[in-house]
């Protein structure tokens, strides 16, 4: 093989064994995951994709001992999501998955006695590893036995036994009692990922989630050929749970910066589950709601404005607002009922010039922050505000809206430069539209 091909700058070698499987070339991937298990009989990562290799080969006997193997070494190392995976693996190469599924859920369910705030092991440092040249010169009969052989030597070795001895406390799946737990476990499915390619896109109505097994993701937002790098997602993160509970569009764009592996669940399912067990909506909504409030606080200019130490318990003054598409949050001629900051959906604002056109003044999404102007100057609203998805908004009512800003001075400045802008740039809109109507009558 030559060195262009072997050495690619910041892929582990790991990533590369999956890369080839991803691009169809199997005897690549699994010459150098064998390489990689030799070199470090810990790497769980390289033995669960030589196991998938070999289960999707029809090499089940000793693919489905490794994947059971794997699933219990992945639960002692607090590793929810690749356990579900080898079960997966498990259930191809012949085993039932359900009792996989179902030691996964006992292990990290609600009542769990090996649930103790743990914190997830983290797997060991990849190795430089490359495509040794034994394996690099076997094929076929050869170098499936020969991979056999490795992971048997792998469940063998000392202490192959791994104990269960403390766990991490999950988000969401923790709360969950085992054996609903394993009715949600059931419902995933695999998502295997090229690099540069999307998972989620921006302004695309979503109707799954997402667990992150393997890899690494960005998360960034569009606009035009202005790309914002929000955040970067590895193993363990969860993403696109809004779409489980909520229709409105994609706030953001998700693409894989290497090869990545994924549990995803659709909302279809889960809604047909929580149909039938009323615990999985509501421990759903309220990691959504945790989740959703947690990104505000990290992402919206209005806290950025509070000190960090006041953040938690200013957002405890919010109620939660859902609009229906069309709904009004803001009517044109009223007062503000309060200050609203979009968590979820979209909204427009809008008015009419004086030949009775609408015009649309702005569209704003998660983090805006709508009803500052009446509030602060204390006035009629100038424009109306309407949901044009079905929209989750944190309402601050006028009333601790007072509160909140006597006692921080600094949020008082950002609302009302966000306020003089807001209104400058309506004034700006209106006018350039009526200069518009004008134009088109002269001509």
């Known amino acids: 093989m030559k060195e262009s091909q072997r050495e690619e700058q910041g892929v582990s070698p790991l990533d590369r064994a999956h890369g080839y499987r991803l691009e169809g070339d199997v005897d690549n991937a699994l010459r150098l995951a064998v390489s990689?298990?030799?070199?470090?009989?810990?790497?769980?990562?390289?033995?669960?994709?030589?196991?998938?290799?070999?289960?999707?080969?029809?090499?089940?006997?000793?693919?489905g001992a490794s994947a059971k193997f794997l699933v219990k070494s992945y639960i002692s190392r607090g590793d929810l999501a690749s356990a579900c995976v080898a079960a997966r693996i498990g259930a191809d190469a012949g085993l039932d998955e359900g009792g996989l599924l179902r030691a996964i859920a006992e292990a990290f369910?609600?009542?769990?006695?090996?649930?103790?705030?743990?914190?997830?092991?983290?797997?060991?440092?990849?190795?430089?590893?490359?495509?040794?040249?034994?394996?690099?010169k076997l094929s076929g009969e050869q170098l499936f036995g020969s991979a056999e052989k490795a992971l048997q030597r792998f469940m063998q070795k000392p202490g192959s036994s791994p104990d269960i001895v403390r766990l991490p406390r999950l988000p969401l799946f923790g709360a969950i009692e085992p054996p609903v737990l394993e009715k949600l476990l059931r419902l995933q499915r695999i998502l295997e990922v090229k690099p540069g390619q999307y998972v989620v896109k921006q302004g695309e109505e979503g109707?799954?989630?997402?667990?992150?097994?393997?890899?690494?993701?960005?998360?960034?937002?569009?606009?035009?050929?202005?790309?914002?790098?929000?955040?970067?997602?590895?193993?363990?993160a969860i993403f696109g749970e809004m779409a489980l509970v909520s229709q409105a569009p994609r706030a953001a764009s998700v693409v894989a910066v290497e090869p990545v592996q994924l549990l995803v669940i659709s909302r279809e399912h889960l809604e047909q589950l929580a149909g039938r067990e009323p615990v999985v909506a509501r421990e759903l909504s309220s990691f959504c709601h945790g989740r959703m409030v947690s990104n505000l606080m990290r992402h919206s200019a209005i806290f950025a404005a509070i000190h960090p130490k006041k953040r938690q318990e200013m957002i405890t003054r919010f109620e939660a607002r859902a609009f229906d598409k069309g709904g009004l949050l803001v009517r044109e001629g009223q007062e503000a009922e309060g200050l609203?900051?979009?968590?979820?959906?979209?909204?427009?604002?809008?008015?009419f010039d004086k030949e009775g056109d609408l015009v649309v003044l702005a569209e704003l999404g998660p983090g805006d922050v709508v009803g500052e102007i009446s509030l602060l100057l204390r006035r009629p609203a100038t424009a109306d505000v309407v949901a044009i998805h079905p929209t989750v908004a944190l309402q601050l009512t006028r009333g601790k809206f007072q509160e909140t800003i006597r006692e921080n001075p600094t949020l008082l400045a950002e609302l009302y430069e966000l306020a003089t802008k807001r209104e400058e740039e309506t004034r700006s809109v209106v006018a350039q539209q009526a200069l518009d109507v004008r134009d088109v009558v002269l001509l």
């Open 340 to 351: 609203f900051l979009i968590a979820s959906g979209g909204v427009q604002v809008t008015t």
């Open 207 to 236: 109707k799954e989630a997402y667990v992150v097994v393997r890899g690494v993701l960005n998360v960034v937002r569009e606009n035009g050929s202005n790309v914002k790098l929000l955040a970067a997602l590895g193993p363990g």
């Open 36 to 63: 990689i298990l030799v070199a470090s009989e810990n790497d769980l990562g390289a033995a669960a994709l030589v196991t998938r290799i070999l289960a999707d080969s029809g090499r089940n006997e000793v693919a």
């Open 109 to 136: 369910g609600k009542g769990s006695s090996a649930v103790k705030d743990g914190s997830l092991s983290p797997p060991p440092l990849p190795l430089e590893v490359e495509i040794a040249p034994f394996f690099e």
